[in-house]
């Protein structure tokens, strides 16, 4: 008879699925459905130049968002490039798998970004990559919206941090 007292999984927060919401005072969070993710590694002008894709140009379908010198996550379809390496110098990975989509969104949203980091939202600096209440994530931030790319196995630890970040929010 296994003994249920060492099933740590029972303690654990359950997965939010696509479409979860939470709602704090002045923010609200969701889980939103992304299937197309895809990271860029190399030569980053080549890229743009065969996808029409630049990370200082966001106004078309797609989104680049810069993680470093050398490498990108694109956020949307790259109709005609397939994973793999490219001979212009870059390689593309699908990590849309890997990782979830948390959106927030309110009035309220400065004070909750205070609480998860030290950086701006509007002003990441060069890189989209940033540390978001302890976790590694990818921030992109449009139209009064702001998106945060997570690891997939993190999304859990994150609700549960943004949940008891809304209660300390309301008081």
């Given at each position: 008879?296994?003994?249920?007292?060492?099933?740590?999984?029972?303690?654990?927060?359950?997965?939010?699925?696509?479409?979860?919401?939470?709602?704090?005072?002045?923010?609200?969070?969701h889980v939103a459905a992304c299937t197309d993710r895809t990271l860029v590694s190399g030569d980053l002008a080549?890229?743009?130049?065969?996808?029409?894709?630049?990370?200082?140009?966001?106004?078309?379908?797609?989104?680049?968002?810069?993680?470093?010198?050398?490498?990108?996550?694109?956020?949307?379809?790259?109709?005609?490039?397939?994973?793999?390496?490219?001979?212009?110098?870059?390689?593309?990975?699908?990590?849309?798998?890997?990782?979830?989509?948390?959106?927030?969104?309110?009035?309220?949203?400065?004070?909750?970004?205070?609480?998860?980091?030290?950086?701006?939202?509007?002003?990441?600096?060069?890189?989209?990559?940033?540390?978001?209440?302890?976790?590694?994530?990818?921030?992109?931030?449009?139209?009064?919206?702001?998106?945060?790319?997570?690891?997939?196995?993190?999304?859990?630890?994150?609700?549960?941090?943004?949940?008891?970040?809304?209660?300390d929010l309301a008081g």
């Amino acid at each position: 008879m296994p003994d249920t007292e060492l099933n740590h999984a029972d303690k654990w927060a359950a997965q939010p699925e696509p479409g979860a919401t939470l709602q704090g005072p002045g923010v609200a969070a969701h889980v939103a459905a992304c299937t197309d993710r895809t990271l860029v590694s190399g030569d980053l002008a080549a890229f743009a130049r065969v996808s029409g894709i630049d990370a200082a140009d966001q106004k078309q379908g797609a989104r680049a968002l810069r993680l470093a010198r050398d490498r990108l996550l694109v956020v949307g379809a790259l109709p005609g490039l397939a994973p793999g390496w490219h001979t212009e110098g870059f390689a593309l990975s699908d990590i849309s798998a890997g990782l979830a989509m948390v959106e927030l969104a309110g009035p309220g949203l400065a004070a909750l970004v205070a609480m998860a980091t030290t950086t701006r939202s509007e002003d990441p600096g060069p890189s989209a990559s940033i540390t978001f209440a302890g976790v590694p994530a990818v921030l992109d931030h449009a139209d009064e919206i702001l998106r945060l790319h997570v690891e997939r196995g993190l999304l859990a630890y994150l609700w549960s941090w943004l949940a008891a970040a809304f209660r300390d929010l309301a008081g």
